[in-house]
């Protein structure tokens, strides 16, 4: 059975894992697990979540950029992050940082 991983704090730390290819096509983003062979698509968010883990970075920072950035209501932005990252991390795109 799987394991799923934990729901990340906003202090957890996230990069990109080393063995994932990937392609921005116009604001998606395109990327391919090379372990499992298995292709994923980000939206035009997701794409810039994607850009923003080039290196290290918490999930609060994430946070303060995008709410920068996009309009939406109190929370959401934390909540869906904090679901992306654990379906990037699940299907082991992301890494959590110790």
């Known amino acids: 059975m799987a394991q799923h991983p934990a729901p990340p704090d ?3 730390r996230f990069r990109r894992r080393e063995r994932v290819v990937w392609r ?3 604001g998606e983003t395109v990327l391919l697990e090379l372990g499992a062979g298995r292709y994923f698509d980000l939206d035009v968010t997701g794409s ?3 850009a923003l883990l080039a290196s ?3 999930l609060r920072e994430l ?3 995008l709410e920068a950035e ?3 209501p109190p929370g959401a932005i934390a909540r869906d992050l904090a ?3 654990t379906e990037l991390e699940r ?3 992301v890494e959590r940082l110790a």
């Open 56 to 58: 290290p970075v918490a």
């Open 83 to 85: 679901e992306l990252l």
């Open 70 to 72: 996009f309009e939406a």
């Open 91 to 93: 299907e082991r795109l």
């Open 48 to 50: 810039r979540v994607w």
């Open 63 to 65: 946070v303060a950029t």
């Open 10 to 12: 906003l202090d957890a």
């Open 24 to 26: 921005d096509l116009g």
